[in-house]
């Protein structure tokens, strides 16, 4: 009886390990295969942003954000405000050109914040946007 129980013991933790690897490897895939390339930003007091062109420079007090690493343009979040994401699924970058003691906050759907935030001058050209729903820049 007591072979029973630690076999039995020993499949349902073989089993949870397996779930627990398919969970992972399906987040990872799931993330590592999705694109911006249809990406938009909407801001309430400018309605929908446009993509700004890659020679226009992303202005002081702002955070830009990159749909990917080689997009033809950024979108540029110039006022302290919710702005909301809609189809950013992949990875991409953003600059922030934000001053004094700013810091822009990623957040989820539920509105928990994703760490790190985005500080003064900072910027990160390999950030998976896949959890973010919102960005506030201040």
Known sequence: ???RS???AVALAAAALALMTTGLTGSASATATGDN???SVWGPQEGWLPL??????CSVGAICLWPSS???GY???PHCTTYDMYNWNGIGGWYSRQTGD???RFTRSNGSIIYPLAGPEQ???NYDYNPVYHVRPC
């Open 1 to 3: 009886m007591k072979f």
């Open 6 to 8: 630690t076999r039995t």
């Open 37 to 39: 390339s249809n990406a």
């Open 52 to 57: 700004q062109p890659l020679d226009r420079p």
């Open 70 to 72: 080689v997009s033809g």
């Open 75 to 77: 979108f540029e979040l």
């Open 102 to 104: 700013t810091w822009a």
């Open 123 to 125: 910027s990160n050209w």
